[in-house]
C-alpha cells in the first residue's frame, strides 16, 4: 500500500476527472478551426474558460490558458515586467512589441518587488530578467512563519518610483502559510503598481474569489487540484496587458500556441469538483491536518512544525486555542510542515517511501542535491535545521486511517534520520 | 550506482541474491555537467539518469545522496593539498576509503541497511572462521583490489563486491545486454571523474600558485629553474630545460619533489630506482599479518619480524616480491609538510623490494598483497633509493 501525502508535488487524479478527460479526448477538432469540428471544440474549450473564470469572479476574457503553472508565472511576471517598460524587450529597441498596446507613459521602470519565499518559477524568472534584462530586484523580507513583511513591502513603495511590479504567492508552497495579498495589494495600487499573484499552491484549496483590487494577474495549474500536468491559466485582469512570450497565431490574449480544449476541459472539471464544497473540503483536510500535528507534537516532541499551521498546532497543543485559532485562518488546509533536527530531509523522505509513505522535502533539488530551503533560510532558520526538512500535503481523499498510518511510521523514521544524520557529523568509519 | 555498466550489473546480481536492494547514486559535484563527454569523467546529470534507468528497469528504488561537500573535504581538497605537499595521491582511493565505504557506509548503516555494494572487480573471501579477507579479481585485467587496499577489517565486513568472480568484463558487458539494461555498451570511464578533460596538471595549475625556483641535482648544485616545483612528478623527463648538462650527458629524471624549500631534484634514470619504501599510515584489510599468521610480534614487542610479501605501488603495475616489516616508530617524513605525513612516532611499515622498483613518490598508495590476498597498506611517506646519491 502506498499512502500518496505529496498533493502539494502533484494531486492525483480523481476516476471523476478521469473520465472526464476521456469523453473531452473524443472531441475532434483544432479550436481555431472554422468547421463545425472545430467549432464544437472551441465550445468545449469556452465553456471551460468560463467554468473557469467563475471560480475567481472574472470573466471568461480574462482568462489565458497557458501550458502549466510555470508558464503562467513566467507570463505574468516578465509580461507585466516588459509592458510596464513601455511593451519593449529593455535591451532592444524602445518600440512596441506586437500585441501590446504601448504604454504611454514609457520611461523605464527596472524594478521588481519580489517575496524571498517565493516558487523558483518566480525566482528563476525574475533572476533571469535581473541578468538579461536589466531588471532590479528589490527582496521582500517575509516573518518567521513565511508570510510577506507588509512593512517591508510599504518601505520598498516608498524606496523609489521605478517599480515595474509586485510578484508574491498566495500561498506558500513549501510550508502553506496565507500570503497577505489583500493588504499588498492595496498597497500596491495606491503606486499604481501592477501585482502578480501566484496562485497555484492555493487554488482549489481555499476561496480565492472575489479577487482583491489591485491584483492584476493570476497563476493557476490544473495538477495540483487533481487536473493534468501541463494545463495551466493566467488570469489576466482588464487593463492589464502583457508582453508575450509565445508568438505564433495570436489564438489568446497575450499567448500564441493551439489551444487545448480537452486540457481545459479537464482543468474546469478538477477545478468545479474542487470548488463545490470548498468550505466542507478544506476543514476536512484541517482536521486530518491537525490531527497529524498533534501526534507528532506528542510522539516527537523534538520535531518543530513549522508555518502558520505548525503554530496553530503548537498553540493548541498547549491549551491556547484562542491564540491557535488566527494562525489557523492563514494555514492551507492539507499542508504540514515540520523540521527534524539533526536529520537530513532526504533521509527521512527516503526512510518514509520504503515504508510506502511518498512525502517531500517541500523544496526544489538540483540533479537529486537538496539546498536547503530558501523559504525556511527567510523565514530565520538557520542551514543545518532547514536540511531536516518534511512537507506532508493532503488530499481530498486522504484518510484518517492514511494518517494515523504515518504518525505510526514516523517515530521509526526519525530515530534512524537522526543517527544517520549523527553519522554524518561524527564520522567512525574511514580515517 | 554511477551509472555504468559495472554497477549496474553489481545491483541485478545483488537482487538475483535475494537482497533488498536500494540503488543509490552519489552527487559528488555541486556543479554537475549536463552531458557526459567522451568516455572521461562520470557524474554528470546523463550519468544520474543512466543509474535511475537501470534501477528502474531492475525494479528496485532509487536515490541520489548528496555527498558533494564530503567529496569536496576529503578528495578534492586533500588532492589538492597533497600535490602542494610534493606527493603523488590516488583520489579513487581516497574516495572509497572516505566517501563510499566511509561516509556512504556509515549512513547506508544508520538508516538500516546492512552492506553496500559496488561495481569494483575484486573478491571477498570468507574463511572457516568466518574471517574475511579481500583478493584480486578473477578476471586480473579488471581487478581493482589495489584501489580498495584501503579498507579496514570494519569496512570490508559491510562491502559487497558481485563482480569480482567475473571472468572478464566482457561477460558483464553481455550480461547487462541480456537484462536489457541501456547502459551496456557505455564506455567505460577513465581518469579523475573531477578532471573530465584529464589534464591534471592544468587543473592543478589553477589551484595551487606556482613559485619560481630551483632544479637541483643530487648533490645539491642548481642545474636550472622551473615555474613551480609541485608541478613536476616524480620519473618525469619531459619539460625539464636544464641549464647546465649532465657530466655524463645523459637525460635526467625527477628524483623528488621538494616543496618546503621549492626544490626539484633531478638525477639519472638508475637513481629512480628505489630499494626500500615505507609510510605510517597503515591499515590491514581483514586480519593483520600476525594474526594471519604470516609473521610474529618480535622480543622487545615494539615491532613485526620481516615477512615475505608482494607490493604493488599503483593500480596498474606489476605486483613485485617484498619483505615487509612494522618498524617501532617512525622518523618524521623528509620534505613533508607538517601533519600530511604520517605522524612521527607511530609504527612504521617499512618494505624492502627484491627488485628495485622505479618512479615511487611519496604520497602513493603501497599495497601489500600475499598471493592474490590484500594484506594492507600504507601511504609512502619516504623511499631509499637503491643508488646511493655518490654514485650520480
Not at chain 1, 499567448?255 to 464544497?277: N, Q
Request: glycine share 10%.
Amino acid at each position: 500500500m502506498v499512502v500518496y501525502l505529496d498533493h502539494a508535488a502533484g494531486s492525483p487524479m480523481p476516476a471523476s476527472i478521469r473520465g472526464a478527460y476521456l469523453s473531452a479526448l473524443e472531441h475532434v477538432g483544432n479550436p481555431s478551426s472554422i468547421h463545425s469540428a472545430g467549432q464544437a471544440a472551441r465550445g468545449m474549450l469556452e465553456d471551460a474558460r468560463e467554468r473557469l473564470a467563475a471560480t475567481l469572479g472574472v470573466d471568461a476574457v480574462e482568462v489565458v490558458l497557458t501550458g502549466g503553472g510555470t508558464e503562467a508565472v513566467n507570463l505574468g511576471v516578465k509580461g507585466l515586467f516588459w509592458q510596464r517598460q513601455g511593451g519593449a524587450l529593455t535591451g532592444l529597441a524602445a518600440s512596441p512589441a506586437a500585441g501590446a498596446a504601448p504604454d504611454r507613459d514609457a520611461r523605464p521602470r527596472p524594478r521588481i518587488l519580489v517575496p524571498r519565499a517565493e516558487h523558483h518559477a518566480t525566482l528563476d524568472a525574475v533572476e533571469w530578467l535581473a541578468a538579461h534584462e536589466g531588471a532590479e530586484l528589490r527582496w521582500l523580507e517575509v516573518d518567521e512563519v513565511g508570510a510577506l513583511r507588509l512593512d517591508d513591502l510599504e518601505a520598498a513603495l516608498g524606496e523609489a518610483d521605478n517599480v515595474a511590479l509586485l510578484t508574491m504567492l498566495a500561498a506558500n508552497n513549501e510550508v502553506g502559510t496565507l500570503q497577505p495579498v489583500a493588504e499588498a495589494a492595496a498597497l500596491a495600487a495606491v503606486h499604481g503598481i501592477p501585482v502578480h499573484v501566484d496562485a497555484i499552491a492555493a487554488y482549489g484549496q481555499i476561496p480565492l474569489e472575489p479577487l482583491p483590487p489591485g491584483v492584476s494577474a493570476v497563476s493557476l495549474s490544473a495538477h495540483k487540484i487533481g487536473g493534468p500536468v501541463g494545463v495551466g491559466a493566467l488570469v489576466l485582469r482588464r487593463g492589464a496587458d502583457v508582453v508575450p512570450l509565445l508568438h505564433g497565431g495570436s489564438q489568446q490574449r497575450g499567448r500564441s500556441g493551439t489551444m487545448d480544449a480537452a486540457g481545459a476541459a479537464v482543468f474546469a472539471a478538477a477545478s468545479d469538483e474542487a470548488h463545490a464544497a470548498i468550505a466542507e473540503r478544506a476543514a476536512r483536510k484541517a482536521q486530518l491536518r491537525d490531527r497529524l500535528a498533534a501526534g507528532i507534537l506528542a510522539a516527537l516532541p523534538q520535531v518543530g512544525l513549522r508555518g502558520a499551521a505548525g503554530r496553530a498546532a503548537a498553540a493548541r497543543a498547549a491549551g491556547r486555542d484562542a491564540e491557535a485559532a488566527p494562525w489557523a485562518a492563514r494555514a492551507l488546509p492539507g499542508t504540514l510542515h515540520l523540521t527534524v533536527p539533526g536529520a537530513e530531509g532526504d533521509s527521512l523522505l527516503m526512510l518514509l517511501d520504503l515504508a510506502g509513505f511518498a512525502v517531500s522535502t517541500g523544496s526544489a533539488c538540483q540533479a537529486g542535491v537538496p539546498e536547503p530551503s530558501h523559504v525556511l533560510l527567510a523565514m530565520g532558520l538557520d542551514e543545518q535545521t532547514a536540511r531536516g526538512a518534511l512537507r506532508v500535503s493532503l488530499g481530498p481523499e486522504t484518510t484518517e486511517v492514511e494518517v494515523d498510518a504515518l504518525l505510526a511510521a514516523l517515530p521509526a523514521a526519525v530515530e534512524r534520520a537522526t543517527s544517520a544524520g549523527l553519522a554524518a557529523r561524527m564520522p567512525t568509519l574511514g580515517r | 550506482m554511477s551509472g555504468g555498466v559495472d554497477s549496474a550489473v553489481a545491483a541485478a546480481r545483488a537482487v538475483d541474491a535475494g537482497h533488498d536492494v536500494v540503488g543509490v547514486h552519489l552527487a559528488l559535484s555541486r556543479m554537475p555537467g549536463t552531458l557526459r563527454t567522451g568516455s572521461r569523467g562520470c557524474c554528470t546529470i546523463e550519468d544520474s539518469l543512466d543509474a535511475r534507468r537501470a534501477a528502474d528497469l531492475l525494479g528496485i528504488p532509487f536515490y541520489v545522496w548528496d555527498f558533494s561537500e564530503r567529496f569536496r573535504a576529503d578528495v578534492v581538497d586533500d588532492f589538492i593539498a597533497e600535490y602542494a605537499a610534493g606527493r603523488t595521491p590516488n583520489p579513487c582511493m581516497r574516495c572509497n576509503e572516505r566517501i563510499k565505504f566511509a561516509a556512504v557506509l556509515e549512513k547506508a548503516l544508520a538508516l538500516g541497511f546492512d552492506a553496500v555494494a559496488t561495481g569494483h572487480y575484486a573478491h571477498i573471501v570468507t574463511d572457516e572462521q568466518g574471517n574475511r579477507e579481500l583478493h584480486r579479481a578473477s578476471d586480473e585485467a579488471k581487478d581493482q583490489s589495489y584501489v580498495l587496499g584501503v579498507l579496514t577489517t570494519e569496512q570490508l565486513a559491510h562491502a559487497m563486491f558481485p563482480l569480482g568472480t567475473t571472468p572478464s568484463k566482457a561477460v558483464v558487458r553481455a550480461e547487462a545486454a541480456a537484462r536489457g539494461l541501456t547502459v551496456a555498451q557505455k564506455p567505460d570511464s577513465h581518469d579523475i571523474c573531477f578532471i573530465p578533460d584529464g589534464d591534471t596538471r592544468g587543473w592543478l595549475a589553477g589551484r595551487i600558485e606556482p613559485q619560481h625556483g630551483s632544479i637541483v641535482d643530487r648533490a645539491g648544485i642548481p642545474v636550472g629553474e622551473h615555474d613551480g616545483a609541485t608541478s613536476f612528478t616524480v620519473g618525469q623527463r619531459r619539460g625539464l630545460n636544464l641549464g647546465v648538462p649532465a657530466p655524463d650527458g645523459r637525460p635526467r629524471f625527477v628524483l623528488e619533489v621538494r616543496p618546503r624549500t621549492n626544490e626539484v631534484v633531478v638525477g639519472p634514470k638508475e637513481a629512480l630506482a628505489i630499494r626500500e619504501l615505507a609510510g605510517a599510515r597503515v591499515s590491514w584489510a581483514g586480519l593483520d599479518p600476525v594474526a594471519s599468521g604470516l609473521t610474529r610480534v618480535t622480543a622487545e614487542g615494539d615491532a613485526w619480524a620481516p615477512f615475505p610479501c608482494e607490493v604493488q605501488v599503483r593500480a596498474h603495475a606489476d605486483p613485485v616480491a617484498a619483505t615487509a616489516r612494522l618498524a617501532p616508530s617512525a622518523p618524521p617524513a623528509p620534505g613533508a609538510a607538517p601533519g600530511a605525513a604520517g605522524a612521527a612516532g607511530a609504527a612504521e611499515l617499512v618494505v624492502e623490494v627484491d627488485e628495485p622498483l622505479f618512479g615511487v613518490a611519496p604520497g602513493q598508495t603501497a599495497v601489500l598483497y600475499s598471493g592474490t590476498r590484500v594484506l594492507g597498506q600504507c601511504t609512502i611517506d619516504r623511499t631509499v633509493s637503491a643508488v646511493p646519491a655518490t654514485a650520480s
